[in-house]
């Protein structure tokens, strides 16, 4: 009997220990990727990603080709498919690396009721330095905050070396029937916006192996580089990270030999790890604010049209703060952000503008190629100072000042283009200058007006 090899957010075929299983087994392998949009409910993939999905599940389909195998697709919910797939085949196993979203801790046990019990299911570990929860204090808690954490998961570091892909997958005598990939229309059409995307991405297994030899001379660097939105001195792979595409492991494994700073660099795939960690202990943590004292937070009001139209400049890059412009219009264009860039508009928004930071979240959410349920909640609810570890919410970010720190001016050129022709230190500032081009809009708040409102609204919430 065949076994299922059920892929999700897996998307590779080295150091992929569910695959490892099914072909051990000896028996015939079906790999199988279901569109499910039932399961994660309003927690759908956004737009970036289901352009990458696209992407990468076609690099996948060719890889596994490569090897006398095919990838099926299927739409629906995954329970249903996976039993009705199991009993027209009559495999005797369902493999699957373990996934922490809260939806998908759901339907692994959902997964788990519906198959006969002639078929097995079997989660495997592998998409994260150590399996979830496993990483415990001394009297067995779960730890809350960060530097603890990491502390004690580098105890177990580093991770086992990553095994190669298999060279060959053994194939079934007849394959079950596949939806044809462009039927899912995960591509935008009308308008087409993913040409940045593209330019700059290259979905799948080769493409996330190719950024990792890019990155691994540069490890060492990374503490004094990877602050500098101008420069390229960050790794760039969260979406190959975030869909699988290659393992935590092998990251660790190429690049921990290399000194310099390159612990820096480590401790960040460590923060994966504990946004994990966060998710399994508190699942609605990208909806709820950890700290209930920010529940009383007077956010300001989105069905007002000045909020609204404040909402709509922060989208567009059209907030008269070049930094954030920037950083908004690179977001829009590749799918992608710079981290500290990511700090900066993030906290412009929350803080500047006194948005809720779950409409943030949720804008991250579509317009990420890299768009992660635990690191994105996380990291808005740790800017936003509302999450169990986080910074505090008077620490109120100076745009301009750190603009100016990170020396952001070939970035600011790059993606806000009426601004392309100015000079440091106006391009950080151009309105405080009087150096504002026509056509580039005034700033839509002052800092210090921005900041005292802020420090006003959060003076409830220190009760
Ligand atoms: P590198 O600096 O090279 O880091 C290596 C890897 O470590 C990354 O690929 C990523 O997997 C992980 N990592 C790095 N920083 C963090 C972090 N702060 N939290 C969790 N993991 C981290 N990252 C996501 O992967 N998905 C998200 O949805 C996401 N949303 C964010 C929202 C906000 C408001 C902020 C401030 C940060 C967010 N991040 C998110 C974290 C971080 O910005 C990105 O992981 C990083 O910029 C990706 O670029 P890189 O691959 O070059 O990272």
């Known amino acids: 009997a065949p076994v299922i090899l ?45 352009w990458w999905l696209h992407h990468s599940l076609n690099a996948l389909d060719t890889d596994l080709r490569a090897l006398g195998s095919k990838l ?95 060279t060959k997958i053994p194939a079934p005598d007849n394959w079950p029937e596949s939806d ?17 995307m593209s330019e700059m991405w290259m979905p799948g297994e080769a493409g ?23 420069v390229e001195g960050s790794s760039f792979l969260s979406p190959h990270l975030h869909f699988g595409e290659i393992s935590p492991a092998a990251c660790w494994h190429a690049t921990m030999d290399q000194g310099g700073s390159v612990d820096v660099f480590l401790k960040e795939l460590v923060w994966r790890d504990y946004a994990q960690n966060v998710i399994v202990q508190m699942p609605e943590y990208g909806a709820k604010n950890a700290r209930d004292a920010f529940d009383k937070l007077p956010w300001r009001d989105l069905s007002d049209p000045v909020v609204q139209a404040d909402f709509v400049a922060w989208t567009k890059g059209q907030t008269g703060y070049p930094i954030v412009d920037a950083g908004m219009r690179q977001l ?30 949720k804008w991250f959410w579509d317009t990420l190629v890299d768009a992660d349920y635990g690191s994105n909640a996380v990291n808005w609810q740790w800017t936003a100072g509302t999450g169990v570890d986080s910074n505090m919410f008077v620490r109120i970010m100076a745009p301009l000042s750190q603009s100016e720190k990170f020396d952001a001016m070939h970035y600011i050129r790059e993606w806000v283009p009426e601004l392309a022709a100015l000079q440091a230190p106006y391009i950080h500032d151009p309105d405080e200058y009087g150096a504002r081009p026509k056509g580039y809009p005034r700033k839509i708040i002052g ?3 921005a900041r005292e409102r802020a420090l006003k609204a959060h003076e409830i919430v220190k009760g």
């Open 72 to 166: 099926i697709l299927r739409a629906g919910k995954s329970d249903a498919i996976l039993s009705a797939l199991a009993a027209e085949t009559k495999a005797s196993a369902v493999h699957c690396i373990r996934h922490y979203d809260p939806w998908w801790r759901n339907a692994e046990k959902a997964v788990m009721n519906g198959l006969s019990e002639g078929t097995a299911f079997v989660c495997h570990d592998g998409n994260y330095l150590l399996p979830a929860g496993s990483v415990t204090t001394g009297s067995g808690g779960q730890y809350k905050i960060y530097t603890p954490f990491m502390r004690a998961l580098w105890q177990h570091m580093p991770p086992p070396v990553p095994h190669p892909a298999p």
């Open 6 to 50: 059920w892929f999700r957010r897996d998307l590779r075929l080295s150091d992929q220990p569910a695959l490892a299983a099914a072909v051990a087994s000896g028996a015939p392998v079906i790999p199988v990727y279901i569109l499910d949009d039932d399961t994660p409910k309003h927690r759908k993939m956004g737009a970036a990603s289901r």
């Open 447 to 449: 800092h210090k007006a």
């Open 332 to 361: 829009w264009a590749t799918g992608w952000m710079h981290n500290r860039v990511r700090m900066i508009t993030a906290s412009f928004l929350v803080k500047h503008l006194l948005i809720d930071w779950r409409e943030g979240e």
């Open 208 to 230: 996330a192996q190719d950024r990792l030899a890019a990155f691994v001379d540069k490890a060492k660097f990374y503490d004094e580089k990877r602050n500098l939105p101008s």
């Open 180 to 196: 044809g990939l462009s039927g899912w229309n995960l591509l935008p059409t009308k308008p087409d916006w993913s040409g940045g």
